[in-house]
Structures are given as C-alpha cells and as structure tokens.
C-alpha cells in the first residue's frame, strides 16, 4: 500500500496547492464558529448551551448545502478535465436554484416556527427561550450563504480554492469585530447577547455574497454565461440531480443523524451540561477536522479532472491509493497532537475559561479521548467517501455507506445508553463515534472493486 506513495514529480506539490487553501478555509469557518461560541460562552452556559441548541437545525441546513456542493464538484470537476466552460455554467444554474429553494424554505421555517424547532433540539424551556430569537435570524443569513458557496464551490472544483479562503477569511474577520460590538455592547451599540451573534453572522453572510457577485462579473477564468447559467436545461438538471441527488439525500441524512445524536444530549437527565461540553469540544472536533475535509477536497478535484481527463480505471484507483494512505497519516497526526493538547492546553486552560462545572468538564475530556482515537480512521472514511467516491460518480454507494453505520449504529446505542440505561458518560460518547469502525471495512471492500470509478460528464457534439 505504501508503494502507491511514490507518484510524478510534482503530484504532492500540486496536492499541497490544493489542500492548502481549503485547509485554511475550512479553519477559517471553523474558527468563525469558535469564535461565536467563545463569545456566547463568556456570558454564560446557559447561553452557551442555547446557541448549541439553536445551531442543530442550522447544522442540518449546512449539510445539506454542503451535499449540493459535493453533488457540483463531483460534476464540475470532470468538467473540468474537459474544458468545457458552458456545462459547468448550466451545473452551477441548477446547483443555485435547488439550493435557493432549500435555504429559503429552511429560513422561512426558523422565522416563523423558531420555539418549535427548538423544542424538537431540547425540553429544557430556558434553553428554548434563548434560542429561538437567534434561530430566526441565522437561518435567514443562509439564503445569502447557499447562493455563494455555490459559487466558491465551483472555483474550488476548477482548481482556484485561494479564492474561497479569501471569501471567507473576509466574512470572519467582519463577523469577529462585529461579535465583540454586538454581544457585549460595544461602541455605543446595546449589548445583544445571543441575539448580537446571530446580526453578526448575517451581516457576514451578506458580505460573502457581495464579494462573490463582483468576483463573479469581473473574473474572465470561468465567465458566467447568462443563458447558460439562468436557462441550464433538462439534460443537466437530470445529470445534476442524478449524481448531486444521492449526495443531498446523504448529507441531509448524516446531519440529521448528528442532530438526532445532539437532541438525545439535550434530553439526558445532564442535558445542560452534556450541550455545553458538545459545544465546545465539537469546535475542537471541526479544528482537527480541517486538515481532513481539505484532503478530501483537494482528492475530489485531482480524482474528477483525472476521470475527466480518460485516464484508465487501473490509473485513478492508484491515485485514490496514494490519497487514501495519505489521509491515514494525517488523521495519526491529528490524533497525536489531541493526545497532547488534552493534558497541557484543553484541560488546564480551556475548559476553565468557560467556566464548565464538573460533569460538563468530564464529559468534554471524554468526547475528546473519543475523537482522537477515532481521528485516523475519520480521516479515512472522509477522503473515502468525499473524496474519492464522490468524485468517481458513485454517490449513491457513498451515500449508503455515509448514512447506514449512522443510524443503524450510533443513534440506536446512543439513545440505549444516555435515555434508557442512563449509563456512564464515556459509553454515550463512544456511541456517537462508532460509525468510524464500521464504515472503514465497507469503504475499502468498494475501494478495491474499481466500481466508484465512473465518467459522469455529458458530452456535446
């Protein structure tokens, strides 16, 4: 396996521009979201706890955009290989309108049904109360963020990720500035708490469309064709729905699985205490995340250009090889370095600056023993799976294996072990990361038939 290591001169350079600004972007998003909950955190758990809350339908909305980027780059990408400038407009029109559609049913549900969402997340009606005004605002703040993810997706897919660091890097500086005058009442601003974050956040999301839309009309690279993009045709939309279709339905069933996972949290008899150190801990989870989904990122873009390009089955199950040992190595990495970080940075200095009482601070120390040792075979699974799978058109295989350890699994032990037995908090955290030990095994066995490698672009005469 290791052999697969040795590639052209070259490959890991060019491996390195593409994950690297991925990575960047991804720990930017991340730290966005850090930085909100650092924030909130500072007024209270109670509020830490509500925002955790309020972000797991919004979580939910996330995936779900992001299956629709997926299902764009598994098209793009190969487009890409081709040069063919005019499919990869009329994927990116159907890519825009289905995720406008989403993103405004989702928002008009959060502004009108906002205490209700909530009490689906938890019972615990203070929880509920301080949730439900900053659901209402972050949900509409997503319209403006499905239309622009569509967009940096699409420069991703054709090998320009340094534009979609900049995008964002952009929106969490202004989301940080405005989170310190808005939450705590700075510059002459009422302090808005919980209510200050979610302006913050839209405000942010405007500016990424903004910078989008003129990048969009300025930038000869990829020209927007109007009549291609507002008008993209039956045949693409049966092609984008046929492979984005299965990656949808994935990431919506995978978020709501986590989400199901987080709700089973918010009603344990520790329920405040389980959401706070979810929230904390689960940011740290996104941090050591990123150098993974920017692996997969970049193995999506290498993959599809590659099937794009003709190469032989026998050609690109090799590169998805050398990929995959790669994730592996990173993902012990990341492990190593959680290993270190829990005894001298997370349990010393961390957990005390949110002020977390005793339960909250055991059971963050144990989701985080959680995720490191599951951590190499994570990293496995999302190169697998985004990446390589993804890529080579087999969305739905990808699909399956993505949702069935999920619920088959993980929310049935969890619900076992933290509603009915009621049983220690390191079972209930094991629980919720054993899908890992299930989709690796399956993921290789499809590895290694080659039938995840498929050419999925329309060709025109």
Request: a positive charge; glycine letters at 8%.
């Amino acid at each position: 396996m290791l052999k697969s290591l040795r590639r052209e001169p070259g490959f890991y350079r060019r491996l390195l521009a593409l994950a690297l600004p991925l990575i960047l972007q991804n720990l930017i998003t991340t730290a966005l979201g850090f930085v909100d909950t650092f924030m909130v955190g500072l007024i209270g758990s109670n509020e830490l706890s509500a925002v955790t809350a309020a972000n797991t339908p919004i979580f939910l909305l996330q995936v779900t955009i992001f299956g629709l980027m997926s299902g764009l780059t598994v098209l793009v990408s190969q487009y890409w290989g081709q040069h063919d400038v005019e499919s990869i407009n009329r994927c990116m029109g159907v890519v825009m309108y289905l995720g406008l559609a989403m993103s405004s049913a989702a928002a008009a549900a959060l502004l009108i049904f906002p205490t209700q969402v909530m009490g689906i997340v938890t019972d615990n009606p203070l929880l509920i109360e301080l949730g439900a005004p900053y659901l209402r605002i972050v949900g509409v703040s997503y319209v403006f963020n499905a239309i622009s993810s569509v967009y940096v997706s699409m420069q991703r897919s054709t090998e320009n990720p340094i534009f979609g660091m900049l995008v964002f890097g952009s929106s969490m500086l202004v989301n940080t500035i405005l989170n310190y005058i808005l939450i705590f009442g700075k510059l002459g601003f009422p302090a808005l708490g919980i209510t200050g974050a979610a302006i913050a956040t839209l405000i942010s999301r405007i500016l990424e469309f903004c910078i989008a839309l003129v990048y969009a009309l300025r930038n000869h690279r990829i020209p927007l064709l109007p009549k291609a993009l507002l008008c993209p045709g039956f045949s693409v939309l049966r092609s984008t729905l046929k492979y984005s279709g299965p990656v949808m339905i994935n990431e919506f069933m995978w978020g709501l699985g986590a989400s199901t996972l987080t709700s089973i949290m918010g009603h344990m008899t520790i329920s405040a205490d389980m959401l706070a150190a979810h929230a904390i801990m689960g940011n740290i989870d996104k941090f050591s995340t990123v150098a993974c989904f920017g692996l997969a990122g970049a193995a999506s873009v290498l993959v599809g250009k590659r099937i794009g390009e003709g190469a032989g089955k026998e050609d690109v199950y090799q590169l998805g090889l050398c990929l995959l040992v790669v994730a592996l190595l990173v993902g012990f990495f990341v492990s190593a370095a959680l290993a270190i970080l829990l005894p001298t940075v997370f349990i010393p200095v961390l957990y005390p600056l949110f002020q977390l009482s005793e339960t909250a601070t055991t059971a963050a120390i144990t989701l985080c023993v959680v995720y490191l040792v599951s951590m190499p075979l994570r990293s496995f699974d999302i190169t697998n799976i985004i990446g390589l799978m993804r890529a080579g058109g087999d969305t739905r295989m990808a699909a399956v294996l993505d949702i069935f350890p999920v619920w088959l699994f993980a929310i049935p032990l969890a619900a076992l072990f933290g509603l009915v037995l009621d049983a220690p908090v390191f079972l209930v955290c094991a629980a919720t990361q054993f899908e890992s030990f299930i989709k690796a095994p399956a993921g290789i066995i499809r590895l290694r038939s080659r039938k995840w490698i498929n050419n999925v672009t329309l060709r025109r005469d």
